[in-house]
């Protein structure tokens, strides 16, 4: 039975430092579901598809690092980055993925709003967590 | 001080890598779980909930079984729970590549390259053999093994 104690106070202590955890706010509540506004997608399941990644953050950020085969996407000169996408979604029609800087900037999903009108049959969403998301 | 053979120099090796590593896995899991879980995510077998609960725990089991490691009143238990948690990585690891999941492995926190599956499976069956080796050798040599438990001075 000598075992078993060994197994109850190691699974204690586990148990006591994932509680510590909890505690200081170290890891988040895992009974509480993450929130998904409506159109986002989070960075597991969009690396799941093969999909069109498109930069909305400064072109200085850009050029610093990006994700893969992204397309920057300049909201600011917009006809031309409508045209730039639109040639790689025409050739090869994939869900495109919009990200900016950080889970609160926003860019992202204004963008994502106006390309599903200038872009109606296309499957569009916002990346939740944005580049920090991709870069942790 | 008496000498100790090199068996024992072997089995002593062996227990400090494992604590190690397992040391070594669990800190920066602990320090950044949302990642970990995302790592977790990324095998598709538990959801982000499931996900969050294992990133949770996990760590921190990996921490007290390596530490454990080391005591003598915990350290087979703790041996067995490392043997199980071996072989529990290398199925997942199997089923993954089998897959064909592009996965970062999340072992040792985040930040890691793309998993190279035959390396991952390798290192744990090593391990798995460092671990089985300690635990027959302290099964053999069994004073002080465990908690409460009478055994006779050889």
Redesign the interface.
């Known amino acids: 039975m000598?075992?078993f104690?060994?197994?109850f106070?190691?699974?204690l202590?586990?148990?006591v430092?994932?509680a510590f955890?909890?505690y200081h706010g170290?890891?988040?509540l895992?009974?509480v579901?993450?929130k998904l506004a409506a159109g986002e997608i989070?960075?597991?399941d969009a690396?799941?598809l093969d999909v069109i990644w498109l930069d909305t953050r400064p072109v200085d950020a850009f050029e610093s690092g990006h994700i893969p085969d992204a397309l920057f996407f300049d909201e600011a000169d917009w006809d031309s980055s409508l045209m730039g996408l639109m040639g790689a979604w025409l050739s090869e029609p994939r869900p495109i993925v919009v990200y900016c800087g950080s889970e609160n900037c926003g860019t992202s999903q204004r963008v994502a709003g106006r390309l599903r009108g200038a872009l109606p049959d296309a499957e569009i969403y916002s990346l939740k967590g944005g580049w920090d998301a991709w870069a942790? | 001080m008496g000498q100790l053979s090199s068996k024992a120099y072997f089995v002593l090796l062996a227990r400090l890598l494992l604590s190690a590593t397992l040391l070594f896995a669990a800190l920066p899991k602990i320090g950044d779980p949302v990642a970990f879980a995302t790592s977790i995510e990324g095998f598709r077998l538990v959801g982000r909930q499931g996900s969050l609960w294992v990133a949770l725990v996990l760590p921190w089991l990996e921490l007290v079984v390596g530490m454990g490691l080391l005591i003598p009143q915990i350290r087979r238990g703790c041996g067995i729970l490392i043997a199980l948690l071996l072989l529990l990585f290398i199925g997942l690891h199997t089923s993954a590549w089998m897959r064909g999941l592009d996965i970062s492995c999340g072992c040792f926190g985040q930040g890691e390259e793309p998993a190279n599956y035959l390396w991952l499976i390798l290192r744990n069956v090593g391990l798995l053999i460092a671990m089985i080796a300690v635990l027959i050798h302290d099964g053999r040599n069994p004073q002080r093994r465990c908690l409460k438990e009478d055994v006779p001075a050889s």
């Open positions: 000598a075992i104690r060994e197994f106070l190691i699974l202590l586990s148990a430092g994932a955890s909890l170290w890891a988040p895992p009974w579901e993450p989070r960075l597991v690396q799941a942790n």
